[in-house]
């Protein structure tokens, strides 16, 4: 069964860094595209960043474009992103959602993992 | 604000047919297909639909189609487990390419 499991998250003060990462089973991971989404509680989902499959297209939401960074090692089967400079609005679950190998659209999910950045 | 268009509520009673609207522009829905999540409880987001296709797993009654810039998921029969947040998303090729979302639609069963 495919599966996508986050980790990572936790307590960061604000300016602070945190890497997440996802790791992926039962599926041939480098032939998809994976993306990072966030909810903050109590609201809608926003995506953040998308990598394709080869890592050689990489997309940023501009709410965190030149402070997140996404990226992937297909040899170990997981997605990686590693957010810099983080503000109380990026308190949030983060969600590590695999892209459709035929359309732009999600079709796969993790159960997501909190950050919280406060002081 | 959200780029594709929801409603923000939507009921109906067990057994009944209902409909979310998800509407977008030229640069989403008008060029990609549409994929919708179920959202229950805050849990983590669920893929019910991707463009008129069922994934493995979810209930016939859940169905979807789109017609120019709007996309739509008719659920027939409704049940009170699909009492839920329902968001759709798809992709825009403005801005270099990004995904986009709805603000979701919370579908009460009464």
């Known amino acids: 069964e495919a599966q996508l499991v986050e980790y990572g998250g936790g307590l960061v003060q604000p300016g602070g860094s945190l890497r997440l990462s996802c790791a992926a089973s039962g599926f041939t991971f480098n032939n998809y595209q994976l993306n990072w989404v966030r909810q903050t509680p109590g609201k809608g989902l926003e995506w953040l960043s998308y990598i394709s499959g080869s890592a050689h297209t990489i997309y940023y939401a501009d709410s965190v474009a030149g402070r997140f960074t996404i990226s992937r090692d297909n040899a170990k089967n997981s997605l990686h992103l590693q957010m810099t400079s983080l503000r109380i609005d990026d308190s949030a679950i983060y969600y590590c959602?695999?892209?459709?190998?035929?359309?732009?659209?999600?079709?796969?999910w993790g159960r997501g993992t909190l950050v919280t950045v406060s002081s | 604000q959200s780029a594709l268009t929801q409603e923000a509520s939507v009921s109906g009673t067990v057994g009944q047919k209902v409909t979310l609207s998800c509407s977008g522009n030229?640069?989403?829905?008008?060029?990609?297909?549409v994929g919708w999540y179920q959202q229950i409880s805050h849990g983590a987001p669920k893929t019910v639909m991707l463009g008129d296709s069922l994934p493995s797993g979810i209930p016939d009654r859940f169905s979807g189609s789109k017609s120019g810039t709007t996309a739509s998921l008719t659920i027939s029969g409704l049940q009170p487990e699909d009492e839920a947040d329902y968001y759709c998303s798809t992709w825009d090729y403005t801005l270099g390419g990004h995904a986009v979302f709805g603000g979701g639609t919370k579908l009460t069963v009464l």
């Open positions: 959602a695999r892209m459709s190998r035929t359309a732009w659209y999600f079709d796969l």
């Open positions: 030229s640069s989403n829905i008008g060029s990609f297909t």
